[in-house]
């Protein structure tokens, strides 16, 4: 019966070192690493808001100011709470600066032609940081866009249907599509500094000829606010 037994015992220790089993094992490692990374980025992320948007301006992996050290942001947060917008020199010998820094929202200055909004805000269940690059170079324009925790950038168009110049334009069909085409360039900026709101500004006047400008002037609106409804943001009639 003993020499039964051994032989039994044997032969299942064989079946769980088979190479199926170790590799079963192994997969079964990766998984859960994997959901252990997963769990410690959101561990940071929850981390971060709970702290307000200058814990994530200042994290680690924060992939939106490549030319700020994490050493330059957490000063300049520093000199913030201080009551002092002090300026730091970034990574191409220019100067930043941080505009803006209240519990869900931070405006920072990047260079002398650029800036950059972010909001921490929920679409769907989850939170998410809302992110406008704003640039000058001459005439000011804007960029929209929204990240997840790990910092993918979500659909757009899920969240927002961007205005086009023709949106901004206040005149009989046939008039709006004249003016419309003589903005070649649909210019605007845009802001996120107010709590679900996202404002736009078109700037096409800067640069319009003098004659088309007198022409658009009058039928151009000069904002266009969309207010968050549930997990879009629709556009205010």
Do not use: H
Request: net charge positive; aromatic share 8%.
């Amino acid at each position: 019966l003993t020499e039964k037994a051994t032989a039994k015992a044997s032969d299942m220790m064989k079946a769980t070192s088979s190479p199926s089993l170790k590799r079963i094992k192994k997969a079964d490692d990766r998984v859960m690493k994997r959901v252990f990374a997963l769990f410690l980025v959101m561990l940071a992320w929850a981390s971060a808001y709970a702290d307000g948007i200058a814990s994530v301006f200042t994290s680690d992996n924060i992939p939106l100011f490549p030319t700020l050290e994490k050493n330059s942001r957490l000063d300049m947060v520093d000199y913030f709470a201080a009551g002092k917008k002090m300026e730091v020199q970034n990574k191409m010998g220019g100067k930043s600066q941080l505009l803006e820094c209240y519990d869900n929202y931070l405006k920072v200055k990047t260079s002398d032609s650029s800036s950059t909004e972010m909001r921490l805000t929920e679409l769907n269940g989850d939170t998410v940081i809302a992110v406008v690059r704003k640039y000058e170079v001459p005439q000011a324009d804007a960029v929209l866009a929204f990240y997840s925790a790990e910092w993918k950038e979500l659909p757009l168009e899920k969240v927002i249907k961007l205005p086009v110049m023709a949106d901004f334009i206040n005149a009989p069909k046939k008039l709006k599509k004249e003016l419309a085409e003589m903005i070649e360039f649909p210019l605007m900026t845009i802001s996120i500094a107010e709590e679900g709101k996202i404002v736009f500004e078109p700037t096409v006047m800067e640069y319009l000829s003098i004659e088309n400008a007198k022409k658009i002037k009058q039928y151009l609106i000069d904002k266009l606010v969309y207010v968050k409804k549930g997990n879009r943001y629709v556009l205010v009639e």
